[in-house]
């Protein structure tokens, strides 16, 4: 395509718009057009996010598909639900759409109905890619509908996967025990996110019905134990995962079977030493590393990255790069976070 990319972000005062806005400002194809609020119309985004002054300057305005149907890319960053009302139109008006949400993240939609509420787009479900790219990079070239896969499930399908898919392991051993910054859980106020409930705290939640368990399983075609924890940091996922082998190994081993499914991977790093949130915090990078401890047969990978970056907006990036013939990294790789 000749020119820049025109670019709408619906939902463009949450978390992950604003992360959004912050990556694609030094992309050298992005051009931001239109950004949608339904609760700030007319005010410009730097008022409400004073770290984009003065790069940028744009007036928040409330979603009209004549405004939108113009644009190149839209990026829905909306609650769940909302996705399926506006992508249809969308999509039939010839705009590629990248959706944050959840919406059509399920093939099977009796999962996705079960997990969260009655789909009301099913023909728009059927045409949608999952977008992760280290895994459907050939189908998201051709993608007209991206589901951007959650935050918990890109940290732990990129460790799993390799694992699952290459060494014969203990039905019912995959345990997921992963912790996630506060970010996660977006900007509307809530109870079990103010302040006080969670600096200087830790807590679980959601223990055995999170609704990313069956996105992960969905991914790696296997069940699994998941345990999410609420820290007490802005962002940040860092996911400790125990696997049961069924033989005996060492840790060079999976290092390599990792290292071979992930050579040619821009954000996905295999580390021998296991990684810490600073390491990922602000990057669009996923760090794994593999550790074979006990008899030989218990596998602990640790699987970290940015909730908001690789787990949501820079991942949204890197597959429109990849939709619009761009190189992946383009606007990625040298993400730094502005604090
Ligand atoms: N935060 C994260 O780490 C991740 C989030 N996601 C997903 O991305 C999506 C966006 O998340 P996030 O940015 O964190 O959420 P936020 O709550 O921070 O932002 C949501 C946005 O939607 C707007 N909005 C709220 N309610 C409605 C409504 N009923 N109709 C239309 N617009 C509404 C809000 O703004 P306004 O009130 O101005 O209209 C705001 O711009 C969600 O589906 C989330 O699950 C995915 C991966 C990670
Ligand atoms: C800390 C926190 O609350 N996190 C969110 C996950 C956000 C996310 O990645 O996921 P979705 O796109 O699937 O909403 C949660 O547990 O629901």
Redesign the pocket.
Known sequence: MSGKIKIGI??????????LIRILLDHAQADIQYL?????AGQDIGEIYPFLRPRFSQK?TK?ELSAAQKLDAVF?????G??MELAPELVNAGVKVI?????FRFRDLAIYEKTYQKHTAPEINAQAVYGLPEYNRAQIKKAKLIA????YVTAATLALKPIVENLAFVEGSLIIDAK??V??????LRQDTHFLEVYTNFSTYKLGVHRHQPEIEQNIGASVVFAPHLLPVN?GILATIYVKLHEKTNTDNILSILQKQYQNEPFVRIVEKAPTLKDVVGSNYCLISPTIVGDGSQLILVSALD??VK???GQAVQNMNIMFGLPETTGLERLALNP
Do not use: F, K, M, V
Request: net charge neutral; aromatic share 4%.
């Open positions: 619906i939902g463009a005062t949450g978390y992950t718009g604003a992360e949608t609020t339904t609760s700030a928040l979603y829905i960053c909306l609650p769940h909302r996705s959706d944050l949400g959840a919406d951007n896969p959650g935050c996630s910054g970010s996660g859980a977006g900007r509307a962002r909730n908001l787990g949501a907006s």
